[in-house]
Structure formats: structure tokens, C-alpha cells
T-cell receptor, first 116, second 115 residues
Framework: AQTVTQSQPEMSVQEAETVTLSCTYD???????LFWYKQPPSRQMILVIR??????QNATENRFSVNFQKAAKSFSLKISDSQLGDAAMYFC?????????????FGKGTKLTVNP | EAGVVQSPRYKIIEKKQPVAFWCNPI?????LYWYRQNLGQGPELLIR????????DSQLPKDRFSAERLKGVDSTLKIQPAELGDSAVYLC?????????????FGPGTRLLVL
């Protein structure tokens, strides 16, 4: 069974600084998607960034980028120039590309605090 | 484009009472998911619909939980009777077909408290 592990329950960063959130996963599949979702206190789960496993190039979305290491099954999220609005729970998630249950398998999340 | 809509946002009930949650997915999204998120955990899938067909309900506790998606649009998730352990946030998500199929868009969730 696929599992997703986020080893940092909490992280903090100073405003305008850079922070990296860790995620590792376990799968025997070769074709899948990885996601980072943000969940602020309002509880709306918002997609931050996604990565297709077959792509070697790391995905980027403005201040958000990932470091995808397929062999190591690692998928970390880097937030540059952190802003107060980045404070939230961040969840790493995995999904098979085809077949399976189409469900997202989530980690337990990392709570990010941004200090002014 | 409107996002996934859920209601109610909050619900407090006594144990053994019934409760229902409603979800309206993004227009045109054929796939609808119900997830449950316990405190301090990531969401876990309860059931997935492709149009009006439930294609994955292996994680749904069928003795007390039921769901329906009439006409392949709105969906309702019901719990009867509710237990203390059902206190959680219930999230609805939807996704479209084609190349965007893999991205699920979530609603704001319904926070359930069972007393």
C-alpha cells in the first residue's frame, strides 16, 4: 500500500525567508502524481503544486518549487520569500496515474508558522 | 468559476442522531469524492463517484454511512446513527476528465461535532 510521510509536524520561518517542507512516500509504482496542498484555518484545501513522476524537471509555481527525487522517493516543497499568508497546514499527497482507486493518499501534514 | 460548495459548514449533534452533508461539485466535473479528516490527520477517502456510480466505497463504513449522487451532480453523505468517533471534518472534492483528471479541487468542508 502507498504511504506518505511528513516527518516535520511543525515548522516556522521568518517573513521573507525560505523554508523547505519534507515529504517521503512509499510505492512500487513508476507512474504517479505528487501534490502539495495548503489548508489554512478556514479549512479550504488549496492545491499549491503538482508533479508528474515521469517528468524529471522539478515543478515550480511562483514562490513555490519542489525537489523531486524519484529514486529516493522524496518530494520536498520550498517556499521562497515567505509571506504571512503562507501560514497554514501543508499536506503532501500521492496519486496513481492510472487505475487504482484514484484516491489521494495524504501525509499527516506540517503546520507552517510565518513570523513577522 | 464557482468552486466546490458544501453545506452546512458546521454541525453539532447528539450521538445516535442522524446527520447529512451536501456537496455541489464544480460544474462539469464528473468525478466526486468524499473524504474524512480527523483532527491532526490528512484526509482519507470515504467514497468516489464517477457520474452517478459509486466506483470506490471500500472505506465507507456501510453500517451507518450512506451516500448518493443523483443525476451525477450534487451528492449527499449521511450518517445514521452518529457516534462520538464520527466527529471530524468531511471534505468533498471533484475533478474533471481528460488531462486535468488528476487534480482534485476541494470544498471548504463540514465540521461535525458529535456530543
Amino acid at each position: 500500500a502507498q504511504t506518505v510521510t511528513q516527518s516535520q509536524p511543525e515548522m516556522s520561518v521568518q517573513e521573507a525567508e525560505t523554508v523547505t517542507l519534507s515529504c517521503t512516500y512509499d510505492t512500487s509504482e513508476s507512474d504517479y502524481y505528487l501534490f502539495w496542498y495548503k489548508q489554512p484555518p478556514s479549512r479550504q484545501m488549496i492545491l499549491v503544486i503538482r508533479q508528474e513522476a515521469y517528468k524529471q524537471q522539478n515543478a515550480t509555481e511562483n514562490r513555490f518549487s519542489v525537489n523531486f527525487q524519484k529514486a529516493a522517493k522524496s518530494f520536498s516543497l520550498k517556499i521562497s520569500d515567505s509571506q504571512l499568508g503562507d501560514a497554514a497546514m501543508y499536506f503532501c499527497a500521492y496519486k496513481l496515474t492510472q487505475g487504482g482507486s484514484e484516491k489521494l493518499v495524504f501525509g499527516k501534514g506540517t503546520k507552517l508558522t510565518v513570523n513577522p | 468559476e464557482a468552486g466546490v460548495v458544501q453545506s452546512p459548514r458546521y454541525k453539532i449533534i447528539e450521538k445516535k442522531q442522524p446527520v447529512a452533508f451536501w456537496c455541489n461539485p464544480i460544474s462539469g466535473h464528473n468525478t466526486l469524492y468524499w473524504y474524512r479528516q480527523n483532527l491532526g490527520q490528512g484526509p482519507e477517502l470515504l467514497i468516489r463517484y464517477e457520474n452517478e456510480e459509486a466506483v470506490d466505497d471500500s472505506q465507507l463504513p456501510k453500517d451507518r454511512f450512506s451516500a448518493e449522487r443523483l443525476k451525477g451532480v450534487d451528492s449527499t453523505l449521511k450518517i445514521q446513527p452518529a457516534e462520538l468517533g464520527d466527529s471530524a471534518v468531511y471534505l468533498c472534492a471533484s475533478s474533471s476528465g481528460g488531462t486535468s483528471r488528476e487534480t482534485q479541487y476541494f470544498g471548504p468542508g463540514t465540521r461535525l461535532l458529535v456530543l
